[in-house]
T-cell receptor, first 115, second 113 residues
């Protein structure tokens, strides 16, 4: 059972570099989400997608871009990394219920450090 | 806007102690409520959920009851184990808002043998 798979698991970048985080799910979920987790802040939603070809902004979208070209994949891009983007990034996916009672399934996270 | 408030940690207990982690929420409408658990080095995983008032969610000895009158969803377990050491997140789901989930800040639980 793969579930939600995130790659890479760890990465160190220099300020100004770019990179893409990949999230893949094999559960045929419609909805996918990217969060960042910082000490004392809980999880904050960066961007999300309600279906292939669609994306929307979450709570903290600045400095990030996303794409959902295939239903099973959701990519998070950092165009010009900044130290403030040092964080643990989590991808999640869920069925679309229409009434909000479906849980989200999470990957194991990507630990990103920006020097 | 909608929000979740849970007790700050860390919470440290001895094995076999009774656990309560408080969670209250603010929401318009009728949200679903969740508890997620995060073990070290892992992502969050659903522990239990409740979708309407007076529902009780339960799993692995943990329980929580959806209390609309007090807007609460407190997590309880009668006898904790060392293996329960983790971070616990209370969360609510906005119905009709793309199923987005709003998380509390998490409560770290340490269980001493």
């Amino acid at each position: 059972n793969a579930g939600v798979t995130q790659t890479p698991k760890f990465r160190v970048l220099k300020t100004g570099q770019s990179m893409t985080l990949l999230c893949a799910q094999d559960m045929n979920h419609e909805y996918m989400y990217w969060y960042r987790q910082d000490p004392g802040m809980g999880l904050r939603l960066i961007h999300y997608s309600v279906g292939e070809g669609t994306t929307a902004k979450g709570e903290v979208p600045d400095g990030y871009n996303v794409s959902r070209l295939k239903k099973q994949n959701f990519l998070l891009g950092l165009e010009s990394a900044a130290p403030s983007q040092t964080s643990v990034y989590f991808c999640a996916s869920s069925y679309s219920s229409g009434v909000g009672n479906q849980p989200q399934h999470f990957g194991d996270g990507t630990r990103l450090s920006i020097l | 806007g909608n929000s979740v408030t849970q007790m700050e940690g860390p919470v440290t207990l001895s094995e076999e102690a009774f656990l309560t982690i408080n969670c209250t929420y603010t929401a318009t409408g009728y949200p679903s409520l969740f508890w997620y658990v995060q073990y070290p080095g892992e992502g969050l995983q659903l522990l239990l959920k409740a979708t309407k008032a007076d529902d009780k969610g339960s799993n692995k000895g943990f329980e929580a009851t959806y209390r609309k009158e007090t807007t609460s969803f407190h997590l309880e377990k009668g006898s904790v184990q060392v293996s329960d050491s983790a971070v616990y997140f209370c969360a609510l789901s906005d119905r009709g808002r793309d199923d987005k989930i709003i998380f509390g800040k998490g409560t770290r639980l340490h269980i001493l043998p």
